[in-house]
């Protein structure tokens, strides 16, 4: 087993996504703050005393993070809508061109976004350029096709004494490069402006391109033929896929596993942290936005550690899940109800193990299905967290002005993620349950459980 493979690729594409997406949002309620003329002095006399500050000020403020909140839905979108489809369709082409190739065309497109949204920011050129770039990037798969090749190549090198590991290590590679990223891009903001942070990123995506190119190993030893530029070939083979004839509950287990992982990766980094933490009582700067993130990722990967080396001796996978979105649940419920700087960061605690169920639930799903639909299956997760994607930003960006603005309660887009992280509790109790009564459902892809004719294995 090779000791480095893609992990480098995930550390610095997440480190590069990690400074974009706060920086831009932040950028765009700068440009609009600029826009309604909402100066540094009224902001801060907002923050400071609002007894004494008109309504018309509080509206403004408002009214700036309602249009910011809808340009990020636009953003999303952008990127999000063609990465569907591209995830949908590289995944599974990889498995007949080998992942390597794929690999290059997704961290390609996220470079020449990065272009894009850098040349956008230094000559002041419109907002509706940057959508170019995330449409650019979404039409070579954006994070879902990124992360889901990852999984494939540690897949395609492991085998499944020693996938769990591998997977924990590959998500505490994203953890570490999201945790680098927001400790450095709020100071980076404060002391050099939005240009050089950037055009680093854009930088360090052209050296992934360069290592991806020279120094990564083709992982797929025996490609499969089919026509991989196909789109209904590919299509056919997902359908296949997910119609195969398996044990009895393998199929029901996998949706079920696919169903949870869309709402267990909603939205952990945030979409609507930089408005909610701008917003009066907490009134954040860029520095301090930078530091909630990193510590709420750093704790995130001690906790990925301790699930892994402690947790996984003492649980069955399918608990360690049940466990994380307990945790994501009181920590969004906190950030709902925080008033404070304290409170907030008090929130990060609970979200130590918060992170500890999408690889958990990668790797059950890896021990569910034969040698040569898991490339197949790496695609169906990587179009499952694309669509978490596409769906988390939008929903809790539109819940955020409701929350604001209708109801006063800035905080209602956290507490209704909360309620739907017990989606994924409820079917994994279900699939626990199953597992149990079930041994050979979660850890047996022998073709002799297949036939009915076999005799079952019993807990």
């Not at 000020?57 to 839905?73: D, G, P, V, Y």
């Not at 906790?303 to 996984?312: D, E, N, Q, S």
Request: aromatic share 14%; with cysteine; net charge neutral.
């Amino acid at each position: 087993m090779r000791a480095i493979t893609v992990e480098p690729v995930a550390f610095v594409y997440v480190f590069a996504l990690a400074m974009a997406s706060p920086l831009l949002q932040q950028y765009i309620y700068d440009e609009l703050s600029d826009y309604y003329s909402f100066t540094k002095r009224e902001e801060s006399k907002l923050c400071g005393n609002t007894s004494g500050v008109s309504d018309n000020i509080t509206s403004l403020e408002n009214r700036i993070q309602t249009e910011a909140s809808h340009w990020f839905i636009g953003l999303s979108l952008a990127s999000s809508l063609p990465s569907v489809f591209a995830t949908f369709m590289y995944g599974s082409m990889s498995d007949a061109t080998g992942r390597k190739p794929v690999l290059l065309v997704a961290v390609c497109g996220a470079f020449l976004r990065f272009v894009v949204v850098s040349l956008t920011v230094t000559f002041g050129w419109p907002f509706y350029v940057i959508f170019l770039g995330s449409f650019i990037e979404g039409l070579t798969g954006s994070f879902g096709a990124i992360t889901g090749l990852c999984l494939a190549y540690i897949v395609d090198i492991t085998n499944d004494s020693e996938r769990s590991l591998r997977l924990g290590v590959l998500e505490l590679s994203i953890l570490l490069g999201a945790m680098a990223s927001f400790l450095t891009s709020g100071i980076w903001l404060k002391n050099l402006g939005y240009i050089p942070p950037l055009w680093a990123s854009a930088i360090l995506l052209f050296l992934v391109c360069f290592y991806v190119t020279f120094f990564l190993q083709e992982s797929l030893k025996e490609k499969q033929s089919f026509n991989k530029f196909s789109c209904l070939t590919n299509a056919k083979r997902i359908k296949d896929f997910i119609l195969a004839k398996r044990g009895r509950y393998i199929n029901v287990c996998l949706v079920l596993l696919f169903i949870s992982f869309l709402f267990a990766v909603f939205d952990y980094f945030g979409s609507i942290t930089v408005l909610f933490t701008k917003h009066y009582p907490l009134c954040w700067g860029p520095e301090m936005i930078g530091y909630y993130m990193a510590t709420k990722v750093a704790l995130a990967g001690i906790g990925m550690i301790f699930a892994f080396k402690v947790l996984t001796k003492c649980f069955a996978e399918t608990l360690i899940v049940i466990i994380g979105c307990v945790c994501y649940i009181l920590s969004n419920v906190i950030v709902g109800l925080a008033k404070t700087t304290a409170t907030m960061f008090v929130s990060c605690i609970p979200a130590l193990l918060a992170v500890a169920a999408p690889p958990c639930i990668r790797s059950i799903a890896s021990k569910m299905v034969e040698k040569h639909d898991e490339g197949a299956l790496c695609s169906v997760i990587a179009v499952t967290e694309t669509i978490a994607q596409l769906l988390s930003p939008v929903t809790l960006n539109l819940l955020y002005p409701v929350g604001l603005n209708k109801l006063h309660l800035p905080g209602l887009a956290f507490f209704v993620q909360a309620g739907i992280l017990m989606i994924p509790i409820m079917l994994f109790s279900v699939i626990h349950y199953l597992i149990q009564k079930n041994t050979f459902v979660a850890y047996a892809k022998m073709p002799e459980f297949i036939g009915e004719n076999k005799v079952e294995v019993s807990a």
